[in-house]
């Protein structure tokens, strides 16, 4: 491609990483694997986009779109405990 950059949207995961307490610009480098190719792509964050980062880190990584079910056994659980405040259960209540 002539050494020129080219734009690629890859799905992303999360992960927490540490970066220096005054940092104003990161440039992450990975190395991907796709169609059977390895990939050197690259990624960079501004003062406005480590500092989100670092708010997220802080507050336990929930975005706005996140999501959370109970399993089956959750709800098992949940509902063995309703059992147990209807026989009396000593324990106080569930507020579910």
Do not use: C, H
Not at 11 to 24: C, D
Not at 60 to 65: A, F, K, P, R, V
Not at 89 to 96: I, V
């Amino acid at each position: 491609m002539n050494g020129e950059n080219e734009l690629v949207e890859l799905t992303s995961a999360r992960a927490m990483i540490y970066v220096p307490e005054n940092a104003v610009e990161a440039e992450l480098t990975f190395k991907v694997y796709q169609d059977g190719k390895l990939f050197d792509v690259s990624q960079k964050m501004g003062m406005k986009e480590i500092a989100e980062a670092v708010r997220k880190a802080e507050e336990g990584y929930i975005d706005e779109d996140d999501r959370f079910v109970l399993t089956d056994a959750g709800r098992a659980y949940v509902d063995e405990i309703l059992r147990g405040q209807e026989a009396g259960w000593p324990y106080g209540t569930y507020e579910g």
